[in-house]
């Protein structure tokens, strides 16, 4: 329950102020908690942004992977779903912190690979390209882990433009899985 009450105060709080105002006095307040006792859950604001984030990320990183599962389906068609499925979680404004500066995500600090927030969704993806390229839906890409981390870029522009125009996910999704699914595609020949 903390941890929801101090996810709903940093939303609340981004609404009222700039990111660089907030203070963990601010959370604490917000949350009903005793600054002091705040501390129980992060060390400074760097840390409670990520934390924030894994725990706000993680209903679409299950998400991820229960469509990657789904094997029997056409790979284009889950990726399809996937893209939509992350752009949505990051309409939310908590998730939205990753891409400010200053906020402790992602910054060289924050590790690549099985630390990183989403290494789940990044692991889930490149079976679902291995299972099109299996399939013959997708084209061989070569070193798919390179191919989805260059793709993950296409994604991380999508979010930040949602940061920027929440109100265009619908358009944003539809370029980004053009985006996406056009990179993978078998090309003639």
């Excluded at 995500?105 to 889930?124: M, W």
């Excluded at 490149?126 to 994604?155: P, T, Y």
Aim: aromatic share 4%.
């Amino acid at each position: 329950m903390v941890w929801a009450d101090l996810a709903d105060a940093m939303r609340q709080l981004l609404l009222e102020r700039d990111y660089d105002s907030i203070t963990l006095g601010h959370l604490a307040a917000r949350a009903g908690l005793a600054r002091n006792t705040l501390y129980n859950y992060a060390g400074d604001k760097s840390a409670l942004v990520l934390a924030l984030t894994r725990r706000a990320g993680r209903p679409a990183i299950d998400r991820v992977a229960a469509i990657a599962a789904r094997s029997a389906d056409p790979a284009a068609e889950r990726m399809r779903e996937i893209v939509e499925a992350v752009l949505e979680a990051f309409t939310d404004q908590v998730l939205q912190l990753m891409f400010r500066p200053g906020a402790g995500l992602p910054s060289p600090e924050t590790p690549k690979g099985p630390g990183s927030p989403f290494h789940e969704i990044v692991v889930e993806v490149e079976n679902v390209v291995r299972d099109g390229i299996a399939a013959g839906e997708f084209r061989d890409v070569g070193d798919v882990r390179l191919a989805v981390e260059l793709l993950s870029g296409v994604m991380r522009s999508g979010a930040e433009h949602l940061g920027r125009e929440p109100a265009t996910l619908t358009d944003t999704v539809r370029a980004a899985t053009e985006i996406v699914l056009a990179s993978l595609a078998r090309r003639p020949g």
